[in-house]
């Protein structure tokens, strides 16, 4: 499979997704101006890789801040991994920064199957 390496700017995240590697992260700030568009090829990655996916996939999303078109992508993101077995996120959040921490929480709760790990920096 491909790697997808993205590197972050201003307005939106560093991406990773390397099979070969077992790494899964989006960290940053995510405010793309179309949001839909920048997270196609991300969520395009993810249904090929569910069809032959790692026995674990650890997925970190270190998250400074996301606009609300980004939180609806970012779910469907999570949607995906609740469908791949052996998925879990660990999701950081500074520890002053407790909007991003329920941000985590509400996300864990719309994905029940899921499991989350919550870790400040």
């Not at 970190?60 to 995906?80: G, H, M, P, R, V």
Request: charged residues 30%; negative net charge; hydrophobic residues 35%.
């Amino acid at each position: 499979m491909e790697i997808i390496n993205l590197e972050g700017t201003e307005d939106t995240p560093r991406i990773i997704l390397d099979k070969e590697k077992a790494l899964f992260e989006i960290s940053g700030r995510s405010l793309p101006e179309d949001a839909a568009e920048f997270y196609a090829p991300i969520l395009e990655w993810l249904d090929k890789y569910q069809t032959m996916p790692n026995p674990e996939t650890n997925f970190s999303f270190k998250l400074e801040y996301f606009n609300t078109a980004s939180s609806k992508l970012i779910l469907d993101i999570l949607s995906k991994l609740d469908n791949i077995p052996g998925s879990r996120v660990t999701w950081y959040y500074h520890e002053d920064d407790e909007d991003m921490e329920e941000a985590g929480e509400e996300f864990s709760e719309l994905v029940e199957n899921l499991p989350f790990e919550f870790k400040s920096y």
